[in-house]
T-cell receptor, first 113, second 116 residues
Framework: NAGVTQTPKFQVLKTGQSMTLQCAQD?????MSWYRQDPGMGLRLIHY???????DQGEVPNGYNVSRSTTEDFPLRLLSAAPSQTSVYFC????????????FGPGTRLTVL | AQKVTQAQTEISVVEKEDVTLDCVYE???????LFWYKQPPSGELVFLIR??????QNEISGRYSWNFQKSTSSFNFTITASQVVDSAVYFC?????????????FGTGTQLKVEL
């Protein structure tokens, strides 16, 4: 199993550009989520999905869109990048239920100039 | 609303010293899970432990031990005989048992530096 994979590993954007961060998992997990990590702020939940076709907002959803057309994939879209979105983005997946450990991807480091 | 506080921003110890990382949480949920994750310099997040709010037994795993005290809303993590490889950022996190998903609320992390 590859686990949770994220692409790209690094990305530099200019303000106003759009892009999609890719996340895929091969563990048949129902639950997937996106977090951003900023210095001194820990990880904060952006969006999450409890299954294909179902998504919901987390703590910091503004400026990001998500969709979940398959169990395996959960892309995160930045429609118009802003410098405030410079961060490290982590995708995670798990079986449904708080008891289950979330498996995190390796992260994508995004810089918006 | 949930909140996790890790008041220690950075801790430096000499190898073989014991070190305790503090975690205090706030939640209105009656049942919840607490987690600790390790983030080494390479950047990935490594799961360390999960604790159910009903289970207040302390846990030991090798050099690691965890002290969960519901009365003080704390879930502290102790590393015994620290090693250089323990140098990392450690995150405490919380999620309610109900609500349809594992929505983790993280603390801001504690940077642990273990020196020779």
């Amino acid at each position: 199993n590859a686990g949770v994979t994220q692409t790209p590993k690094f990305q530099v954007l200019k303000t106003g550009q759009s892009m999609t961060l890719q996340c895929a998992q091969d563990m048949n997990h129902e639950y997937m989520s996106w977090y951003r990590q900023d210095p001194g702020m820990g990880l904060r939940l952006i969006h999450y999905s409890v299954g294909a076709g179902i998504t919901d907002q987390g703590e910091v959803p503004n400026g990001y869109n998500v969709s979940r057309s398959t169990t395996e994939d959960f892309p995160l879209r930045l429609l118009s990048a802003a410098p405030s979105q410079t961060s490290v983005y982590f995708c995670a997946s798990s079986y449904q239920g708080a008891v289950n450990e979330q498996f995190f991807g390796p992260g994508t480091r995004l810089t918006v100039l | 609303a949930q909140k996790v506080t890790q008041a220690q921003t950075e801790i430096s110890v000499v190898e073989k010293e014991d070190v305790t990382l503090d975690c205090v949480y706030e939640t209105r949920d009656t049942t919840y899970y607490l987690f600790w994750y390790k983030q080494p310099p390479s950047g990935e997040l490594v799961f360390l432990i999960r604790r159910n709010s009903f289970d207040e037994q302390n846990e030991i795993s090798g050099r690691y031990s965890w002290n969960f005290q519901k009365s003080t809303s704390s879930f502290n993590f102790t590393i015994t005989a620290s090693q250089v490889v323990d140098s990392a950022v450690y995150f405490c996190a919380l999620t309610p048992t109900t609500g349809g998903g594992n929505k983790l609320t993280f603390g801001t992390g504690t940077q642990l530096k273990v020196e020779l």
